[in-house]
């Protein structure tokens, strides 16, 4: 199932930006659909964005969408996730995952997860 090891996360102010990495391991990197998923305290883990596993084409939640921006390097096994004009309501722990299929939004729709990153954004 291979490791995944998420970076970048960190406190900024509304309006701010943050770029999250995510370094996989021990799988075939370019064989996976990439997943950034985000839980908030009380909440149930949500959907972020996801990317194909060429890079090609990419999927996100609508509370994202022109904000958020998912890409991926598969020459250096890793998936980032742009923030830009960050909100309040971005603070959660951000998880990268790998699934095997495309299109998928759901939790158990990806296999292997990081240990996720914290994300905190003031007002």
Do not use: H
Not at 71 to 96: F, G, H, I, W
Request: aromatic share 10%; proline share 2%.
């Amino acid at each position: 199932q291979g490791q995944l090891v998420e970076s970048g996360g960190g406190l900024v102010q509304a309006g701010g930006s943050l770029r999250l990495s995510c370094a996989a391991s021990g799988l075939t990197f370019s064989t996976y659909t990439m997943g950034w998923f985000r839980q908030a305290p009380g909440k149930e883990r949500e959907f972020v964005a996801a990317i194909s596993r060429s890079g090609i084409n990419t999927y996100s939640a609508d509370s994202v969408k022109g904000r958020f921006t998912i890409s991926r390097d598969n020459a250096k096994n890793t998936v980032y996730l742009q923030m830009n004009s960050l909100k309040p309501e971005d603070t959660a722990v951000y998880y990268c995952a790998s699934g095997r299929g495309y299109g998928g939004r759901r939790v158990t729709d990806f296999g292997s997860w990081g240990q996720g990153t914290q994300v905190s954004i003031s007002s």
